[in-house]
């Protein structure tokens, strides 16, 4: 089974840069049709995709984040991460990094991490 852990600073000041990382365990970043994506909560908001990275290197970004997002991933460590630049409050949420399908049928997420909570403060 499949199981995610999130790790990452809890609190950075405005401008900075956040880097995120989900080390995958029972399983591995490479293995065909897997995507595997962030998702961000904001306090009293909606779940929102922030990107994906699949299988083969490919990685996806939502159009609302492209300009500072990006998904890159370790194979060693059987990890990925995601690194946002010049944040603002706006970006303090519980942060999931999630195994994800993705094909005709709609996108779906099929194993979560427990989440963590990002701070964006001066």
């Known amino acids: 089974q499949v199981q995610l852990q999130e790790s990452g600073p809890g609190l950075v000041k405005p401008s900075q840069t956040l880097s995120l990382t989900c080390t995958v365990s029972g399983g591995s970043v490479t293995r065909n049709f897997d995507y595997w994506s962030w998702i961000r909560q904001p306090p009293g908001k909606s779940l929102e995709w922030i990107g994906a990275?699949?299988?083969?290197?490919?990685?996806y970004d939502s159009p609302s984040l492209k300009s500072s997002s990006s998904v890159s991933r370790d194979t060693s460590k059987i990890q990925f991460t995601l690194q946002l630049t010049s944040v603002t409050p706006e970006y303090t949420a519980v942060y999931y990094c999630a195994r994800t399908t993705w094909n005709a049928a709609g996108i779906y997420f099929t194993s979560w991490g427990q989440g963590t909570q990002f701070t964006v403060s001066s």
């Open positions: 990275i699949d299988y083969s290197g490919s990685t």
